[in-house]
């Protein structure tokens, strides 16, 4: 079983991979594993505020070439898209891209997955500062 | 005698049409040897009860009897159904032994015949875990881009990190054992329960042995 030009492309070149502040309340992080095979994958996207769209992303992953792969071309895909467009994302557009083979096609879910929960994250902070900055007043007469 | 877990539909040999003992389908009448329904399982078939806390002395023995039952050997002037029947049965009878024998194969056994499926839900995953992982891969990372004595500093790091990782899988194994009485003394109510912590406790030593393998493959190839 031959792997794809593309994933031995984005396996020897991988795009993105490095880490963003993960206290930065416009950056959401998601890590997601697969315990079957020991992967990991860390992804994480900065979003502008005032428009909702992914301004950059970077991932980490230890696992397999195919995971590696994967989150390569997730965190390309992401640049430039909406928050709402992304959490859309479906593996079998990754499995598609890189013709993943069918025993690694659970890597594609992993990306998936760390996608979806980095902007989970992100979703989540901005609430939470939301609740924070309507709390705040009520702090400070009390 | 296979009798423990339970009562099977009654199996009629179809040679001589005598009850057969549905775990091993073996005629105890004409000595012809049936074909094994799929139903049974490995602990029926290694005649053990549906339990984790085995006795492994008693697995090892009907191991080594059953081994010498069925061998394809003593079917060789057997009819063609006999004989591929021997030979199935040596399968499964290598396959039930190794996967009852491990204590981590035998409770995803377990797990797998209660319908209590593997997910890959997230809330799974142990972030704290997650976290550690990746920068240990940094560290090996950093390794392998260092030189002269930073290398051999960092190369020893490693190690004395590999060994603390060994103890800790080792201790996960340990209380996955220990939580093997409590499954087989609990109520249903409580099984769902205590199935999630030995999958939690499997996974976990899982990921550890990932990056124990990874670390030492590195510093051994010195690359």
């Known amino acids: 079983m031959a792997y794809s030009d593309k994933i031995i492309d984005h396996y020897n070149h991988p795009r993105n991979v490095g880490s963003l502040d993960k206290n930065d309340p416009n950056v959401g992080t998601g890590i997601v594993g697969a315990p079957e095979c020991g992967d990991v994958m860390k992804l994480q996207v900065r979003v502008n505020p005032e428009t909702g769209v992914i301004e950059d992303a970077k991932f980490k992953t230890f696992g397999c070439g195919s995971a590696i792969a994967s989150s390569s071309l997730a965190t390309e895909m992401l640049k430039g898209m909406s928050v709402d467009e992304a959490v859309q994302i479906k593996n079998m557009r990754i499995v598609e891209e890189l ?20 902007i989970a994250d992100y979703k989540k902070k901005q609430t939470d500062a939301e609740q924070a900055s309507v709390g705040e007043p009520a702090v400070a007469t009390a | 005698m296979p009798t423990q877990t339970g009562a099977q539909a009654q199996s009629l040999c179809q040679s ?38 085995i006795d492994l002395a008693a697995l090892e023995k009907t191991f080594y009897r059953l081994s010498r039952l069925f061998h394809p050997d003593f079917y060789q002037n057997r009819p063609n159904s006999e004989q591929r029947a021997a030979l199935e049965r040596s399968a499964t009878l290598n396959k039930a032994y190794t996967t009852l024998k491990d ?30 992982i990746l920068e240990l891969q940094e560290q090996l990372e950093e390794f392998q881009s260092s030189e002269g004595g930073e290398r051999e500093r960092l190369a020893q790091a490693l ?22 009485p409590i499954h087989d003394r609990a109520g249903e109510d409580r099984r769902a329960e205590i199935l999630l912590e030995m999958r939690e406790t499997i996974d976990r030593s899982n990921y550890l042995f990932r990056i124990v393998e990874n670390i030492e493959k590195t510093l051994e190839s010195g690359r």
């Open chain 1, 99 to 118: 013709s993943l083979p069918p025993i690694k096609i659970h890597c594609s879910v992993l990306a998936e997955d760390a996608i979806k929960s980095a």
């Open chain 2, 16 to 53: 001589c049409g005598v009850v057969v003992p549905s775990e091993l389908m073996l005629c105890e009448s004409c000595e012809r040897l049936l074909p094994l329904p799929d139903r049974v399982s490995y602990f029926e078939f290694m005649e053990l009860p549906l339990k984790l806390d």
């Open chain 2, 103 to 132: 204590p981590t194969r035998r409770a995803e056994y377990l797990m797998k015949l209660r319908g209590f499926e593997q997910s890959t839900e997230k809330n799974r995953v142990p972030q704290d875990l997650m976290v550690e």
């Open chain 2, 159 to 180: 190690r004395a990190g590999v060994c603390e990782l060994k103890e800790r899988r080792a201790e996960l194994g340990k209380r996955l054992e220990d939580l093997f």
